[in-house]
């Protein structure tokens, strides 16, 4: 596929995965499985790291897919000119050195044999079995000749369904994407920044959930030089100008090391050095660094109480940092992280963080749902029948997710949809009055729990007690709430359009959206024509209708948004009587409900003609505005206006402001604007507006 990009460096590395030689893997792997039964050099490395987790596993398994997996990918290059069989050998010592148990392993070293190669999943099945089988074709990727652009979300689409029936499926999928982005240097630099995108908005909040830390910590550090150059040399340079910074945590860890010792504990004390991202949030948040800010103290003890006793040891002989103490072994993340966290004081007034957690709980910390092995060694699990099981480990958050991505219409929808789930951080746990527990997203609000609870039926939600207290569907919920949902007994009630200015997750908002769309006569007010002025640029005739309260109002569509059908909007009444209507995510929607304005309900009404602006970001080349001025044209829409900014690092930024015939067409304009050469990214406008 590529070959090596430049990295982000030992410092980032240290803390990370080692890095493995290309070239000498490549040579063993051209002279082919060693005779005598025995594994090749290029596999050996495989089988180290898979003995030091995993002394008594059979390596046979391992010997019998890498001469398949050698065989079937001979002959084949990666751009960077080695073998292509280093790729599957590197993913799969990725995943050995995190833990991974060996149907995870043997599965990684075949996961490009079908997608590449002439090798079926029928025979993967015979020669390794269902769950071998399984995993591969989770990671497989759908071809594009059949969904066009709509095969990268339809490809996630399917990885993630494979997931919640076996998380192994997407451990597979991370570590192929952490080698692909070690090894992104002689790609064209707008499909490096296409890749890393997607890297940034999918895969990290996917290691993030799944508490892969090792992963996710280098991926962003790949991505953070390739998206934000500048920046990532700032901050290697402010990371080599204080190459000594170490000297004053390796101060502090002697101290607490001593301090241990004579407390009778059991500890291993390690610096342990900041990434790139975090020393660059560091910076962000704190302004001039100390030495301790470019690392932390990790302590590493045998059992969940020792954790306790080295807190207690910390704070009695430290002056302690009382709100950098956080309590994770008590109350777990969601991802499966338990640490304490605290900080302390040495003697001249330097603070150094310090992480404390067993070694299992280090093991998990790192390599997540990877560290906990075959999830179907230890329950009554039977083959997979059809591509469907039950996975006993499946995290609430994924359940979710596979959820609404039912719901979801098109690949547009599901790909813009899921990279808001995912940016969403955090989860919380309320409690039902009638029993069991519901996991949401952080900021969510009782209509996020009517829908988790009931699906559809929560259109006749009325109301909510909220810890015994009567609470409007608006209330956000905290983590620990107790919740009982009061639905109505009448089949015709339904939500309101305001529903979806408190609904947070996803299925929430898909299904209240499904509802309106599919009852138009709840909207109960009369058309209203918009008569736009000459002066705005953004408007629609006779494509909206004003609610309640404002009939006959005169509608504008806001410029900073320019929302179309079927975007889900909200109108503000203005000077003159008149409402102007944004898109829900609009940032001028917060700002005018925090100055207290009434939001108006509005709805679509039948016209088909819009404008929208776009933002196209790109690489500058020669060529590339008439370009994407033909993908324009052949969309049948039509340039009102349109502008370039000065290019910044390469990168040029172009705003179009379009005449569509119909609506329904957005997607594929955008998707045709995205296939231009040098175009790594098309959106739509949503730039600060003044309320």
Not at 338 to 351: N, R
Request: charged content about 25%.
């Amino acid at each position: 596929m590529s070959a090596e990009a430049t990295s982000p460096g030992a410092h980032g590395r240290r803390r990370g995965l080692p890095r493995i030689d290309l070239r000498r893997i490549g040579r063993a792997a051209l002279l082919g499985p060693a005779s005598r039964g025995r594994l090749s050099d290029a596999i050996g490395h495989v089988a180290d790291a898979h003995r030091a987790h995993h002394p008594d596993a059979d390596l046979s398994v391992l010997h019998k897919a890498y001469v398949l997996a050698e065989a079937s990918h001979r002959g084949q290059f990666r751009k960077s000119g080695e073998p292509y069989i280093t790729h599957p050998l590197a993913v799969t010592l990725i995943l050995a050195e995190l833990g991974a148990e060996t149907t995870t392993l043997t599965a990684s070293l075949l996961h490009d044999t079908v997608e590449d190669t002439d090798v079926t999943l029928d025979q993967v099945r015979a020669e390794f079995g269902a769950e071998v089988c399984y995993l591969v074709d989770g990671v497989t990727k759908l071809e594009k000749v059949d969904y066009g652009a709509a095969a990268e979300p339809e490809t996630f689409r399917k990885m993630l369904v494979a997931t919640g029936n076996d998380v192994r499926v997407m451990s597979i999928k991370l570590a192929d994407r952490l080698h692909n982005m070690r090894t992104l240097g002689v790609m064209r630099p707008e499909k490096q920044a296409r890749i890393a995108k997607v890297t940034r908005d999918v895969l990290i909040p996917l290691a993030e959930r799944l508490g892969v830390q090792a992963l996710k910590t280098e991926l962003e550090d790949l991505v953070f030089a390739i998206l934000h150059p500048e920046e990532y040399a700032r901050t290697r340079a402010l990371i080599a100008d204080n190459a000594t910074a170490g000297d004053a945590l390796a101060a502090i860890c002697e101290d607490v090391r001593q301090v241990l010792r004579e407390a009778d504990i059991t500890a291993e004390v390690l610096v342990r050095p900041r990434h790139f991202v975090s020393v660059h949030r560091s910076r962000l948040k704190r302004g001039e660094l100390r030495g301790t800010d470019f690392g932390r103290l990790l302590v590493l003890v045998g059992e969940d109480a020792d954790c306790y006793a080295v807190l207690g040891e910390l704070h009695t002989c430290f002056t302690p940092v009382i709100s950098e103490f956080k309590d994770f072994i008590a109350a777990p993340k969601f991802n499966l992280y338990q640490s304490l966290h605290t900080a302390v004081a040495g003697p001249d007034g330097a603070v150094a963080e310090v992480l404390i957690r067993t070694h299992q709980m280090h093991s998990v910390a790192e390599a997540g749902v990877v560290a906990l092995g075959n999830p179907y060694a230890s329950v009554d699990v039977a083959e997979p029948q059809d591509g469907e099981r039950a996975d006993p480990t499946r995290p609430g958050w994924l359940s979710r997710l596979l959820e609404w991505q039912q719901a979801a219409p098109d690949p547009d929808t599901f790909w813009t949809t899921l990279r808001a789930d995912l940016a969403q951080d955090g989860e919380i746990t309320v409690f039902r009055a009638e029993g069991g527990m519901l996991g949401l997203p952080a900021g969510a609000s009782c209509v996020d729990a009517a829908y988790a609870q009931y699906g559809e039926a929560a259109h006749s939600c009325l109301g909510a007690r909220v810890n015994g207290r009567l609470a409007t569907l608006s209330t956000v919920l905290r983590d620990g709430d107790t919740v009982q949902l009061l639905l109505s007994h009448d089949a015709a009630s339904g939500p309101s359009p305001e529903w979806l200015d408190h609904a947070r997750t996803p299925a929430a908002r898909i299904a209240i959206t499904g509802w309106l769309a599919a009852h138009p006569e709840s909207v109960k007010a009369p058309a209203a024509t918009p008569r736009a002025p000459a002066t705005l640029t953004a408007d629609r005739r006779g494509a909206s209708n004003a609610l309640v309260d404002l009939p006959g109002a005169t509608v504008r569509l806001a410029g900073c948004c320019t929302p179309v059908p079927p975007d889900a909007a909200v109108g503000f009444a203005v000077r003159g009587g008149a409402v102007t209507v944004h898109r829900e995510e609009c940032p001028a929607v917060g700002r005018m409900k925090a100055l207290g304005r009434a939001p108006v309900g509005v709805s679509w009404g039948d016209a088909a003609e819009c404008r929208v602006t776009l933002y196209a970001e790109s690489f500058g080349r020669p060529g590339l505005l008439a370009d994407l001025t033909e993908a324009i044209a052949t969309a049948d829409a039509a340039i009102v206006s349109a502008t370039v900014e000065p290019p910044s690092e390469q990168r040029v930024r172009h705003t179009y402001t379009l005449q569509l015939p119909d609506a329904a067409g957005l997607p594929s304009l955008m998707r045709a604007m995205r296939d231009v050469p040098g175009v790594y990214d098309v959106s739509r406008a949503q730039q600060p507006a003044t309320a």
